[in-house]
């Protein structure tokens, strides 16, 4: 079993920077990346980035150059910096693992 936690969520405003942070305890041993997504209100969640154990960064095109996906292997943890957040960044941000889940976290972008 593996538990995740997302941390970092808050109300900014347009411009604005934000960093969540997604701790994982438990069983996690596999190789598996870690990936990002969100889901705005009466929106299907969606994929934002995704990281794996090497490093590798994968962004969907409506965040990247503004979004940085990075990874502390020895916290078990993994970091989403953004940057120059919009209005429409507002969601609630996942991290996924394996199939384990978090809880997310709210980011509210005022304009």
């Known amino acids: 079993q593996v538990q995740l936690v997302e941390s970092g969520g808050g109300l900014v405003q347009a411009g604005g920077s934000l960093k969540l942070s997604c701790v994982a305890s438990?069983?996690?041993?596999?190789?598996?990346?870690v990936i990002w997504y969100r889901q705005a209100p009466g929106k299907q969640r969606e994929f934002v980035a995704t990281?794996?154990?090497?490093?590798?960064?994968f962004y969907a095109d409506s965040v990247k150059g503004r979004v940085a996906i990075s990874m502390n292997n020895a916290k078990n943890t993994t970091y989403l910096q953004m940057n120059s957040l919009k209005p429409e960044d507002t969601a609630v941000y996942f991290c996924?693992?394996?199939?384990?889940w978090g809880p997310g976290t709210q980011v509210t972008v005022s304009s």
């Open positions: 996924n693992y394996n199939q384990f």
């Open positions: 990281i794996t154990r090497g490093g590798s960064t």
């Open positions: 438990g069983s996690v041993f596999s190789d598996d990346p």
